[in-house]
């Protein structure tokens, strides 16, 4: 049996890679490709249409000639949505191969995907999921006893039931590093080097109400033991890469402190010299300067942390956790440590006001005072799964289903101030950052030194290349508000939303994915070997 998995193309672009050149490898795919291998399935296969610069008429006629019997396509990014479903459909008027979804879009918003080609979609975690899918196809059996999926059955769709939890991560196979070309995947902007994406841990046990990663992920954090994190940092190192891309969405949360401390112990002594990139939160890393300056000697080279706003009514409002001295002090403990600080920011809450934007554009300022090298300034947008999304779709506060569109760059939903507004604010608060930051370093003489002076360095270099294409998206900003004032205007005005597709949406969107499982804290499974 032929396997093909395939990231999809996001039909707005990546802004990390147009922006960065940070192209990460496409993890999720590994771990599906590791799945197949382990029921012996050796015809596995990975493209990634952004690594590998195809166009839909490239994958078409590259699917055409390869013919696999299954072909899943992940679907973390929203924006690639349509992207997808036109994929499968024209695929499909070729031949019929099993088409299977998964990721984040496609655990909340199934209905759609079912209607337009796929046959199975994958709900929340898929590495065993899929393995079975494999297993039950091959064996030409029908999937009702796979628990978490939802498949079509002639013009049924049939939802099974909920899967649990993965509790321990040390017993899925090692992902299929080897099936992708490490030279593809880089961070351009921070050095040469390839960049490998490796994961520690799963889940979130906060509850920030803009954030998928809860309601795909579950609500508990799990962490892989230290034996098996250093088994795969050891693969990729062999593979030749030289960045490693930790994708867990908080690295270091407080009960898992003296774990990741004696990570950093082992990597330090077995000296890997690989260089990481991780996403951390605040408080944690406000609080913990011993941990962070372990984890620089072990190779921590940039930290990105959600900051989110410069509001404390905001941040509050968003159950985010933390208040703005605790993003300050994090700054502070990583540039006193060498390590590039890159901040995530978002305007455009449905509770904020102009003001409260203001004020994060003028804490950005703050930032770059304390320290911070470089910030990502997002649209607030409701995603599928979100509290905030069932919210809007129920308030009748979202104008736009264009899935393209959800891309946190681009204004959706109805706020307190209007979204045009929104999307120019955004756009001055990201490009005046960087003039405010360029100009106060320079009158202050700030210089970062060492290994974070050389990759400065680079990265002044990359924006001066990139500066024709950042001249080009402040030139075409002008229509882009335009465009989202009257596609706001119109679907405010005239509810081009059905009220079935709303209902639909909203079932789907607020299902639970997985099965509760009992045990004494529900929000942490602690691994600490």
């Known amino acids: 049996m032929k396997v093909l998995l395939i990231k999809p193309l996001n039909p707005t672009g990546s802004g990390y890679t147009t922006k960065f050149g940070f192209l990460p490898t496409p993890l999720g795919l590994q ?150 070309e490490k030279d593809k995947y880089t961070f351009k902007v921070f050095g040469e080097g390839s960049v490998a994406t490796v994961e520690t841990s799963r889940g979130c046990p906060y509850a920030c109400d803009f954030c998928s990663v809860t309601p795909t992920w579950g609500n508990k954090w799990r962490n892989k033991s230290n034996d098996r994190i250093m088994e795969e940092l050891r693969t990729v190192k062999k593979l030749g890469y030289r960045w490693v891309f930790f994708t867990d969405d908080i690295f270091i949360v407080y009960p898992n402190i003296k774990q990741r401390s004696d990570l950093f112990d082992r990597i330090i002594d077995e000296d890997l010299g690989l260089k990481f990139i991780v996403q951390m939160r605040a408080d944690v890393t406000a609080k913990n300067p011993e941990l962070i300056k372990k984890a620089s000697r072990a190779g921590l080279t940039i930290a990105f942390l959600g900051i989110e706003s410069g509001s404390e009514e905001i941040l509050k409002a968003m159950h985010k956790g933390i208040m703005t001295s605790s993003s300050i002090n994090a700054v502070r403990v990583l540039n006193q440590n060498n390590v590039v600080v890159l901040g995530g920011m978002m305007l455009g809450a449905p509770y904020e006001r102009f003001s409260d934007m203001i004020k994060t554009i003028k804490f950005s300022r ?164």
């Open 366 to 529: 703050a930032l770059a005072r304390a320290g911070i090298d470089a910030i990502q300034i997002s649209t607030y947008t409701p995603l599928p799964g979100t509290r905030i999304f069932l919210d809007a779709l129920k308030n009748r506060g979202i104008f736009t289903l264009d899935w393209s569109r959800y891309d946190i760059l681009t204004p959706v939903a109805k706020t307190k101030v209007n979204p045009a507004i929104i999307q120019a604010l955004t756009a001055y608060g990201y490009y005046s950052f960087y003039a405010y930051k360029w100009l106060h370093d320079r009158l202050h003489n700030v210089k970062a030194v060492g290994f974070k002076g050389d990759i400065m360095m680079n990265a002044q270099r990359f924006i001066l290349r990139m500066m024709p294409s950042y001249i080009k998206d402040i030139l075409k900003l002008p229509s882009d508000i335009l465009r989202t004032a009257i596609i706001y205007k119109n679907g405010m005005r005239h509810n081009v939303i059905s009220d079935d597709r709303i209902r639909e949406l909203i079932a789907d969107s607020s299902s639970i994915v997985y099965k509760e499982t009992d045990i004494k804290n529900p929000y942490f499974k602690i691994k600490m070997q």
């Open 31 to 180: 771990v599906l490709a590791a799945q197949a291998r382990s029921v012996g399935i050796s015809d596995v296969r990975i493209i990634d249409m952004e690594a590998d610069d195809l166009s839909m008429d490239d994958m078409v006629k590259y699917v055409d000639g390869w013919r696999p019997d299954v072909i899943g396509i992940t679907l973390h990014a929203t924006a690639a949505h349509a992207f997808s479903q036109d994929l499968i459909k024209r695929i499909k008027k070729i031949y019929d191969p099993l088409a299977v979804a998964g990721g984040h879009q496609a655990t909340f918003v199934p209905g759609e995907l079912l209607d337009n080609g796929f046959d199975v979609i994958v709900l929340g975690e898929g590495d065993e999921t899929f393995r079975d899918i494999l297993d039950h196809y091959r064996d030409g059996r029908d999937f009702s006893d796979i628990p978490g999926i939802i498949y079509k059955s002639g013009n049924l769709k049939i939802r099974t039931e909920r899967r649990e939890l993965i509790d321990d991560l040390d017993r899925l196979p090692i992902p299929a590093f080897d099936l992708v």
